[in-house]
């Protein structure tokens, strides 16, 4: 016969361990939380919903044992030695954010997980897990403004986690994106993209090489410069001089401020992305910067070939 999954033996196995300790009398949270694991490992649906259930009742079982101990342990030194232990144990964290995240995705149920990852960071706010179970459900493009919320409140709680006011600048950026599609007047767009360009530039001051930032603030500019030049091609024919001159004095600026951006996002590539390195291309020409052109054309080539 077929070995079975080791997460299923494993799963047997606490099952048992279950039954004895509930015939003793004894907390068996922990043993509720390792199946809540181990149902995870195997990934279906229905195992979620039993690891959803498993965590749960490690949650519940955890708390019936320190209230339980919260009355047995006056003059019991052993009672309140097993009370201090339970008390701080900090594992039940990490099942109110499996929790968050199964609420969200098995049941759909926002509240229900926005609630208990209130209750859980209550309980042990310095579990990181629950913090990104959290905020990993508002990564859905129907929550963005309350996405921005709880990363913006995030960001500026743990301004040292670049991953978070990277999250944040995204979504700046995601909004800004949805202004500019629904046709909303130049300013407010361009307002829109400056926010995101300065929370990118907050992961910069910590990290000046990060690629995805680096990359992402350059691709705000050239974008910007494109529009402008959209406009330029638009212009009639006898359109005066002045208006042409004056669109160009908007579009060389964008493209001076991209180049830095993405040279640095370029080296932190190693010169392996052809986007980057197309884009160098363009904008190097476009800026009259032939010997930048010429480099960043042979490295292209050279990556094609």
């Known amino acids: 016969a077929a070995r079975p999954a080791r997460p299923k033996e494993g799963i047997d196995l606490l099952d048992k361990a279950?039954?004895?300790?509930?015939?003793?009398?004894?907390?068996?949270?922990?043993?509720h939380l390792l199946k809540g694991y181990a149902y995870l490992n195997?990934?279906?649906?229905?195992?979620?919903?039993?690891?959803?259930?498993?965590?749960?009742?490690?949650?519940?079982?955890?708390?019936?044992?320190i209230a339980r101990l919260e009355k047995e342990k006056a003059g019991n030194p052993n009672k309140q030695q097993q009370y201090d232990i339970f008390k701080n144990d900090k594992s039940l964290g990490?099942?109110?954010?499996?929790?968050?995240?199964?609420?969200?995705?098995l049941k759909g149920d926002i509240n229900l997980a926005t609630q208990t990852a209130e209750k859980?960071?209550?309980?042990?706010?310095?579990n990181e897990d629950l913090v990104a179970a959290e905020l990993n459900i508002y990564l859905d493009p129907k929550l963005l403004?309350?996405?921005?919320?709880?990363?913006?409140?995030?960001?500026?709680?743990?301004?040292?986690?670049?991953?978070?006011?990277?999250?944040?600048?995204?979504?700046?950026?995601?909004?800004?994106?949805?202004?500019q599609q629904a046709g909303k007047p130049e300013a407010e767009v361009t307002a829109a993209f400056d926010e995101a360009i300065a929370a990118y530039k907050?992961?910069?001051?910590?990290?000046?090489?990060?690629?995805?930032?680096?990359?992402?603030?350059?691709?705000?500019?050239v974008n910007r410069a494109v529009d402008v030049n959209k406009l330029m091609n638009a212009l009639p024919n006898d359109a005066p001089d002045s208006e042409y001159e004056a669109?160009?004095?908007?579009?060389?600026?964008?493209?001076?401020?991209?180049?830095?951006?993405?040279?640095?996002?370029?080296?932190?590539?190693?010169?392996t992305e052809q986007l980057t390195l197309v884009t160098?291309?363009?904008?190097?020409?476009?800026?009259?910067?032939?010997?930048?052109?010429?480099?960043?054309?042979a490295k292209l080539d050279a990556l094609q070939k």
């Open 18 to 31: 279950d039954r004895v300790f509930t015939e003793a009398d004894l907390p068996n949270y922990t043993l």
């Open 42 to 65: 195997l990934e279906s649906r229905a195992d979620s919903m039993k690891a959803m259930e498993s965590f749960e009742k490690a949650i519940k079982s955890h708390e019936e044992a």
């Open 94 to 105: 990490n099942a109110y954010a499996a929790l968050v995240t199964l609420y969200a995705k």
């Open 120 to 126: 859980g960071k209550a309980k042990y706010p310095e």
């Open 145 to 179: 403004n309350e996405a921005l919320k709880k990363f913006k409140e995030q960001a500026d709680k743990t301004p040292d986690n670049i991953q978070i006011v990277l999250i944040y600048a995204n979504l700046l950026e995601k909004k800004a994106k949805a202004l």
């Open 202 to 221: 907050r992961v910069l001051a910590k990290d000046p090489k990060n690629r995805d930032a680096n990359f992402n603030v350059g691709a705000i500019y």
């Open 247 to 271: 669109l160009k004095a908007k579009k060389l600026p964008a493209l001076q401020q991209a180049l830095p951006h993405l040279e640095a996002a370029a080296q932190a590539e190693k010169f």
């Open 280 to 297: 160098l291309v363009s904008v190097t020409a476009e800026l009259g910067d032939m010997d930048k052109m010429n480099q960043y054309k």
